[in-house]
C-alpha cells in the first residue's frame, strides 16, 4: 500500500518520504519513538497492533482514491 502511494507516474518513489511522515504522526498521537524503539530493527517489526491499526486507517482513503485515479487514468488511454 505504502508503495503504491509513494510511487508517482510509476516512475519516481517516495515510498520513505511516506513512510517517514507515518511514523511521526505514529509519534505525535501515541506519544513514543519508534526509532528509538526500534534498535536497529526493521520500524515495522517493533509496531503494535493500535499503531498497524493507526497507519492503516490513514493510509487506505489515499489509497483508494489512488488505485480509482490510476484506473481511471488507464480506461480513458486504452479508448
Not at 518513489?13 to 528509538?36: A, E, P, S
Not at 497492533?49 to 488505485?67: G, Q
Request: charged share 35%; net charge positive; proline share 1%.
Amino acid at each position: 500500500m505504502v508503495t503504491f502511494l509513494g510511487t508517482v507516474e510509476m516512475k519516481e518513489n517516495y515510498t520513505g518520504r511516506l513512510y517517514r511522515q507515518l511514523y511521526r504522526k505514529i509519534d505525535k498521537q501515541f506519544r513514543t519513538d519508534v526509532y528509538t524503539r526500534s534498535k536497529g530493527n526493521k520500524i515495522l517489526d517493533i509496531l503494535t497492533t493500535e499503531e498497524m491499526e493507526y497507519i492503516l486507517m490513514d493510509l487506505y482513503p489515499r489509497y483508494e482514491a489512488k488505485k480509482v485515479a490510476v484506473g481511471r487514468r488507464r480506461y480513458k488511454d486504452w479508448f
